[in-house]
């Protein structure tokens, strides 16, 4: 069974520009959930879709907003980057959700903002 | 609110026994995870608890206290390999979902 697979790899972007990341699930896996992970602040959980809808959502500005395909893919988007938003981007995707099923995990994208 | 708290690094000698622990602070908990992350790569399950007690899974095994709100990971006879960041995940349930909070991961440096 292939695993997450995650879209660009690496990315290099200015500020001010706008990005869409990209994460097809394992097959079968209905829940994909997006994380910002940056050195010594852990994962940070952006938000979570389950058949095309955005089930849960973490404390992140509106310029992050993402959207999820009728088969599981999901994208997300990044306007107006700021340096700070230079992270890695991971996907996991998981059965059902959160509730007690393992998260697989892609490989990321690691956005470079300069 | 909602935290997790875990030590930001440990150093352990190869062959030895490490405890990461982990104490958490949740409205609605309904089950502790740990992750492994190896540099540059992407988390990979370890293991699942939802009940007190221990999981044993070879040489790793994870404890859960949900009355002291207190979980570690217990790895033993320590490889080079198991250099890597290991990340424990509450599960918290709220009125109408659930949410993984993430700690921010204890880093695991091996020595020969």
């Known amino acids: 069974k292939a695993g997450v697979t995650q879209t660009p790899r690496y990315l290099i972007k200015t500020r001010g520009q706008q990005v869409t990341l990209s994460c097809s699930p394992i097959s079968g896996h209905r829940s994909v959930s997006w994380y910002q992970q940056t050195p010594g602040q852990g994962l940070q959980f952006l938000f979570e879709?389950?058949?095309?809808?955005?089930?849960n959502k973490g404390n992140f500005p509106g310029r992050f907003s993402g959207r999820q395909f009728s088969n599981s893919r999901s994208e997300m988007n990044v306007s107006t980057l700021e340096l700070g938003d230079s992270a890695l981007y991971l996907c996991?995707?998981?059965?059902?959700?959160?509730?007690?099923?393992?998260?697989?995990f892609g490989p990321g994208t690691r956005l470079t903002v300069t | 609110g909602q935290n997790i708290d875990q030590p930001t690094e440990m150093t352990a000698t190869e062959g030895a026994i490490v405890q990461i622990n982990c104490t958490y602070q949740?409205?609605?908990?309904?089950?502790l995870f740990w992750y492994q992350q190896h540099a540059g790569e992407a988390p990979t399950f370890l293991s699942y608890n939802v009940l007190d007690g221990l999981e044993e899974k070879g040489r790793f095994s994870s404890f859960l206290s949900r009355s002291k709100g207190y979980s570690y990971l217990l790895l033993k006879e320590l490889q080079m390999k198991d250099s890597a960041s290991y990340l424990c995940?509450?599960?918290?349930?709220?009125?109408?979902?659930?949410?993984?909070?993430w700690g921010a991961g204890t880093k695991l440096i091996i020595k020969p």
């Open positions: 949740t409205s609605g908990f309904n089950g």
């Open positions: 996991a995707s998981s059965l059902t959700g959160t509730g007690s099923n393992e998260q697989y």
């Open positions: 995940a509450v599960i918290n349930r709220g009125d109408s979902n659930y949410q993984l909070i």
């Open positions: 879709y389950f058949s095309e809808t955005q089930r």
